[in-house]
């Protein structure tokens, strides 16, 4: 029997996997990866997201947010139609539900230019998360501290969530930690020889982290340089377990509850 392992973060939904998916979702199954959480990145990948979530609704849990990268001038317009989306449109999705708020944030890798608009954004979804009582999914590109600094008065009121694609520092990971009811998602990076993150991972308790691919982006090798696919979550534990020197078993037990617990299952 295959090890229950959860993508926590995919975006499956894109055009990336129009021709395959079923074939994706099979291959995911035979590793034992049987639920994905998506998170969508602005109003044109809502319906795709839906969609995917009403072909596999006991596998896809569909989460709604606006990018950091898609924070433009009309920002505020489109959370607003979000926002309504989230008050009377869930319909769209199984169990008239979502299961986070994300994926938001911050990122200063690609443009700076709306950096203000992202924080006043960012802190928009997270009254959105607490309001509602889920998790916030947090894009952190080249931002850490920001995004720190801004969710450690929410944390305080209860927020949970997560930092998506986490690649920092021990110090950061503890800045993580001690925000209580926050997890670290980890990755395809962590098999990239000289990205670092590995001797990091090492020293956060397993009980903070949750596995994510990010498909189709970051994949992981021996597939890197193709498209990533949520069936590789299977290595992505695989290589945490070596990491930790743990089996298997112990990582999915761990980082599943941990996403259940997260989301809410």
């Not at 129009?18 to 990948?45: H, Y």
């Not at 990971?173 to 990091?200: C, H, P, R, W």
């Not at 994949?219 to 070596?242: C, D, H, M, Q």
Request: charged share 20%.
């Amino acid at each position: 029997m295959q090890p229950k392992l959860i993508d926590t973060h995919s975006h499956l939904y894109l055009d990336h996997f129009k021709d395959d998916i079923t074939n994706v979702m099979q291959r995911c199954l035979e590793n034992g990866v049987e639920q994905f959480f998506l998170p969508n990145i602005d109003l044109a990948s809502v319906p795709p997201l839906a969609q995917l979530c009403q072909q596999f609704p006991k596998q896809c849990f569909p989460m709604l947010g606006l990018h950091p990268c898609d924070v433009k001038v009309d920002y505020q317009r489109v959370l607003e139609e979000i926002k309504q989306m989230i008050d009377t449109k869930l319909s769209i999705f199984p169990e008239n539900k979502i299961y986070a708020i994300g994926e938001c944030g911050l990122d200063y890798f690609w443009d700076k230019t709306f950096v203000a608009e992202q924080k006043t954004a960012l802190n928009i979804q997270a009254e959105w998360a607490l309001a509602l009582k889920l998790p916030i999914v947090l894009h952190t590109r080249n931002s850490f501290y920001d995004t720190f600094v801004a969710m450690k008065p929410y944390a305080k009121q209860g927020l949970t969530g997560v930092f998506h694609c986490f690649t920092g520092s021990w110090e950061e990971a503890q800045q993580v930690i001690s925000l209580e009811n926050f997890y670290m998602g980890i990755g395809g990076v962590l098999t990239y020889k000289n990205a670092g993150i590995a001797d990091v991972v090492k020293q956060i308790p397993l009980e903070k982290l949750v596995l994510e691919t990010d498909s189709p982006y970051l994949t992981p090798v021996p597939f890197r340089g193709k498209r990533n696919e949520s069936s590789y979550t299977r290595i992505i534990a695989e290589k945490l377990a070596e990491i930790k020197e743990i089996s298997l078993e112990e990582v999915a037990a761990v980082t599943t509850a941990n996403a259940m617990r997260l989301f809410g299952l």
